[in-house]
């Protein structure tokens, strides 16, 4: 879909531009070893600390992790996503690996980074990847035994593309159409020159 690819005004890694959030998946599984690839990816990432406060649950398509997860998402994600060749939940976990479990207020920033790694190891792999907020935190939470320092963030839909034309509106037309930015201007508060 060349209409997916970032027109930017200055120049951007191909692989950024190329990334998108699609919802079309065609039925060709991601293997095993593909996962724990993007997985491997998302732990090589910076983290305050080197805490390292990232967690995952990956869940293939046709399995009971799979179903829960999609029982967790918003009607609205679920409509599409149900056709995703896999899951993964991302996860923060929320509290420092020292004496009396300080809060680790960096998690959530260390985690998005881990999870921009993955997203971008997918898209070099031709693999689509469309992150999602829209789900039940406290339905995965439950149905995973996660304890209080483990915080769900994100489920990221994972697949192979297949044709905008399989999709139900509202979502055919939005897999369609050109990405749109902020102008830079709207997305910088303050730069001072020398």
């Not at 149900?82 to 920033?109: C, M, R």
């Not at 990405?179 to 709207?186: A, F, M, T, V, Y």
């Amino acid at each position: 879909m060349n209409n997916k690819i970032a027109i930017t005004k200055y120049p951007v890694l191909d692989l950024i531009k190329n990334r998108w959030s699609a919802r079309s998946f065609s039925s060709k599984p991601i293997e095993q070893k593909d996962l724990y690839t993007l997985i491997e990816a998302a732990s090589w990432m910076f983290s305050a600390n080197n805490e390292q406060p990232w967690r995952f649950i990956s869940a293939e398509k046709n399995t009971g992790s799979f179903n829960e997860i999609l029982q967790s998402l918003a009607p609205g994600n679920a409509v599409w996503a149900k056709n995703a060749a896999a899951f993964i939940v991302s996860i923060a976990k929320i509290n420092l690996d020292k004496e009396g479990n300080p809060a680790n207020n960096w998690a959530e920033h260390d985690l998005g980074a881990a999870n921009a790694a993955m997203i971008l190891q997918a898209t070099s792999m031709d693999i689509a990847a469309h992150p999602m907020a829209g789900f039940d935190a406290a339905k995965i939470k439950e149905t995973f035994h996660l304890n209080e320092y483990l915080k769900p963030v994100a489920i990221i839909a994972l697949g192979y593309l297949d044709d905008a034309e399989k999709l139900e509106e509202p979502f055919k037309t939005r897999e369609r159409s050109s990405r749109k930015r902020k102008n830079l201007s709207e997305i910088i508060l303050h730069h001072e020159e020398n």
